[in-house]
């Protein structure tokens, strides 16, 4: 049976790694605060002292942390990725990050004669849970055919989308549109408001109609409960539109529209947000 590691138990990667050991693979874990591990303990899995350790005991790894910082630390750091890489061995990084970042890591991970595959997920809380993410995987093909049987155990559908850089890019373009969607909701919910229309009617027709969707419909539903706990966190849908804005620039490509939700986020963030729901950009709208 493979041995399958996890690193990064945050809202995304407990589920995920939940998700493996309930299909019943032979899981190793570890989180940068070693509480998160318990409830993965309790379900099955064991728990490593550091991302080395779980990388030596396991076939492939796979993570999820916050962001290309957390990404790199985790790989270069001490007692990192690469101290416990070697040939054969699969690194599958389900971060959402930049291009650049990911390729970084790849160049390092083959260096020490292991694979590398990333593999970003689409998807929130609800989906990690269900095991109904889409997962959006680039790299090394025969990690890939070989990393499937997890990912069917995550996700209701993974792509295999070519060199190192195109899953990247693909969430970044997916996560850009959703930002930019949420922050032209929010900003319509209060428009509404101010004009002193009921925001359930305006859900209602929202719903009735040829934009419907269910990120509407659930956030809508949300907002009316002032209920914002994070699914996706803002500052992790921030951090999406800005490597989204990045990749735009390295491309000469003009990207108004999200530029402007940028600016919507980043005010959000600034009034102390970060750790709120990404549809809490409804208060940067109302104020
Ligand atoms: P989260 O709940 O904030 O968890 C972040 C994880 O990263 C935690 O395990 C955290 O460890 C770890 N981490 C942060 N900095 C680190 C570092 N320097 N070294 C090692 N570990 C570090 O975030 P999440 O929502 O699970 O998101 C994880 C990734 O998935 C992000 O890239 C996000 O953009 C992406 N994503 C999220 C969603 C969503 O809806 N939530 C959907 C699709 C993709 P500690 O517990 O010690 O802080």
Redesign the pocket.
């Known amino acids: 049976m493979q041995k399958l590691g996890f690193?990064?138990?945050?809202?995304?990667?407990?589920a995920m790694a939940r998700n493996l050991v309930d299909a019943g693979h032979d899981v190793t874990v570890w989180?940068?605060?070693s509480a998160?591990c318990d409830p993965l303990v309790k379900a099955g899995a064991r728990q490593a002292d550091t991302?080395a350790a779980v990388v030596s005991a396991s076939d492939i790894t796979f993570a999820?942390?916050?962001?290309p910082?957390?990404s790199s630390?985790?790989c270069f750091?001490p007692d990192g990725v690469l101290e416990g890489m070697e040939k054969g061995k699969g690194y599958v990084d389900?971060?959402?990050?930049d291009l650049e970042t990911s390729q970084i890591i790849e160049e390092a991970v083959i260096g020490e004669g292991g694979r590398y595959l990333e593999a970003?997920?689409?998807?929130?809380?609800t989906p990690?849970i269900n095991g109904n993410?889409i997962i959006l995987a680039a790299g090394e093909r025969s990690l890939y055919e070989e990393a499937l049987p997890a990912f069917d155990a995550m996700g209701k559908m993974s792509l295999y989308l070519g060199d190192v850089g195109s899953g990247a890019a693909m969430?970044l373009v997916v996560?850009m549109i959703m930002g930019t969607m949420m922050a032209a909701f929010t900003e319509g919910m209060s428009l509404a408001e101010k004009a002193g229309l009921s925001t359930q009617d305006l859900l209602a027709i929202l719903d009735a109609g040829a934009i419907s969707n269910p990120m509407f419909r659930v956030k809508g539903a949300l907002m009316q409960d002032d209920e914002f706990s994070?699914?996706?966190?803002l500052?992790?849908?921030q951090?999406?539109i800005r490597l989204a804005l990045l990749l735009g620039d390295l491309l000469g490509h003009g990207m108004p529209t999200t530029a402007a939700a940028n600016e919507v986020f980043k005010r959000a963030r600034s009034m102390g947000l970060d750790d709120n729901d990404f549809s809490a950009v409804f208060k940067a709208s109302q104020s």
């Open positions: 690193l990064g138990l945050g809202i995304m990667g407990s989180n940068r605060s998160k991302p999820c942390v916050s962001d910082e957390a630390e985790l750091g389900m971060s959402t990050i970003p997920v689409s998807g929130s809380k990690a993410l969430k996560n994070p699914a996706f966190p500052k992790h849908a951090k999406d």
